[in-house]
């Protein structure tokens, strides 16, 4: 088979694992397939400036971008929608009802445009590789070498926002962002992706990044909250399961000693007893070591 013809089996396959309703045992074979496929085509591919990409992340198929949506999606030559995994752009409505377009969305948008749209581009794919919506996670890699989702980052047009099922080079990414965020580049100079201070969360069902001092580190049976302020059934707190917190320590943060420290963490807030944030990994949560 030529290079073209084999993106398309890559495709095919992928849309077997995506929309058809086969069981667990026939997607592993499928999944297997491709992994074998994409492995013996590496050779083919154009190079990546960074040389961890292809270490911790596994390479899906080549093809070329047909249409950008908004600035964390894309969409192939053969159809297959692409969500840029790992980070989150500035949201555009897109007909959506009562969903107002986010501030700078249409600039997002129109940077990835100028960085794919029309190009050869390559995938990547770490954990999992397809959303509730069908898409495709996906890291995207340039012809020429960029890693879009740095690109995007490092010029301020997204926040990293990750999943427990999709971890892999997320610590890379924090760093690209506050790159960007500490010389107010994009989105970081609009006052709506502002950090926020724990006494002054929200609104609820947005996602924040929120900054403070653990004031106290308190569980049950099931949980482990961290309060910022006096009042708990009130003010800003982290919801974090009792369970977690072994394979949070294993990953260098040890949540039970947590009180007193300056913390950055990122979610969608909640509202359980005032505005609240459930973190389900560690990358949730930067230790800021003050100077």
Not at 159 to 186: C, I, W
Request: some cysteine; charged content about 20%.
């Amino acid at each position: 088979m030529q290079l073209k013809d084999t993106d398309r089996f890559f495709c095919a396959t992928l849309s077997i694992l995506a929309f058809h309703p086969v069981n667990w045992r026939q997607k592993f074979y499928y999944f297997f397939v491709v992994m074998v496929f994409s492995s013996c085509l590496a050779e083919k591919v154009f190079a990546v400036n960074h040389s961890f990409i292809p270490h911790q992340l596994v390479f899906l198929f080549s093809a070329t971008v047909r249409e950008v949506v908004d600035g964390d999606t894309i969409v192939l030559e053969e159809g297959q929608q692409v969500r840029l995994v790992g980070i989150q752009a500035p949201k555009l409505g897109l007909g959506r009802p009562n969903f107002m377009d986010w501030p700078k969305a249409n600039d997002a948008k129109d940077f990835l445009v100028q960085l794919t749209l029309g190009k050869k581009v390559k995938l990547y794919v770490g954990q999992q590789i397809v959303d509730h919506n069908r898409r495709l996670l996906a890291h995207v890699v340039t012809e020429d070498g960029r890693w879009v989702q740095e690109e995007m980052l490092l010029h301020g047009w997204g926040r990293v926002y990750s999943f427990p099922d999709n971890r892999r080079v997320v610590r890379e990414m924090l760093a690209m962002e506050k790159t960007a965020r500490a010389q107010h580049l994009g989105i970081w100079a609009d006052d709506y992706y502002a950090i926020q201070s724990p006494d002054k969360v929200g609104p609820v069902g947005s996602f924040q990044i929120v900054e403070g001092k653990v004031l106290t580190v308190a569980k049950n049976k099931e949980m482990v909250y961290l309060n910022f302020q006096e009042n708990w059934r009130t003010d800003f707190t982290v919801e974090i399961k009792l369970a977690s917190v072994a394979w949070f320590l294993s990953e260098g943060i040890d949540i039970m000693q947590l009180q007193g420290q300056t913390i950055s963490v990122r979610g969608w807030v909640e509202n359980k007893n005032g505005p609240m944030i459930e973190v389900t990994h560690p990358e949730q949560i930067e230790i800021i070591i003050l100077p």
